[in-house]
């Protein structure tokens, strides 16, 4: 069976109806390993860049906004890097159907998905599909170092005259 790397974001419905603990335990059962995680406030422009599939869709706009938690005010989402055998395919399983009506009701999105007014899918999670998409969306959500495991080649860059935060004192 195949060591395999998918991205997992709690979307901010999910964090807004405090469905975060309960996801992280309907997660457990796949016995799959965390190696990453991070609460992120999505930019417009990670929005853009993660549904770029979604681009020509009449919802997209809405989508965007969806991901950047600004239809439930709740401007942050969970991003994590699960690993193990078949990791793609269990989280998709446990997550169910992208339309929260049709999924399986004892599935994440079948137990707390809804259909919005204006017709977007919250479903609750994100998870990605296949290992290319798996791939593509790691590396947009992630650095190397923010990684517990090498699951991509990496390469060293040194920076010049980066502007970072730090900590004023330690
Ligand atoms: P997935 O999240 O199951 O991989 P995608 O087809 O990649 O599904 O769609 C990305 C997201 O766009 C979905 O999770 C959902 O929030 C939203 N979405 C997809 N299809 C529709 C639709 O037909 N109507 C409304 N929202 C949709
Ligand atoms: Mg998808």
Known sequence: MPQQQTLIVIKPDG?????TGNILTRLSETKLEIIAAKMVRVSEELAREHYQHMKDK????????????KLHNRRKVLAMVYWGDEAIE???NLAGATNPEKADPTSIRGSYGR???????????????NP?????????????????QD?????TAVLDKVKKRAWAQI
């Open 115 to 129: 259909i919005t007014s204006k017709g977007v899918y919250e479903n609750v999670i994100h998870t990605s599909s």
């Open 151 to 155: 699951v991509y080649p990496t390469k």
């Open 132 to 148: 290319e998409e798996a791939e593509r969306e790691i590396k947009l959500w992630f650095e190397p170092d923010e990684i517990i």
């Open 15 to 19: 964090l807004v109806k405090s469905l």
């Open 58 to 69: 009449p919802f997209f706009d809405e989508l965007v906004s969806y991901l950047q938690g």
């Open 90 to 92: 269990k989280v998709r």
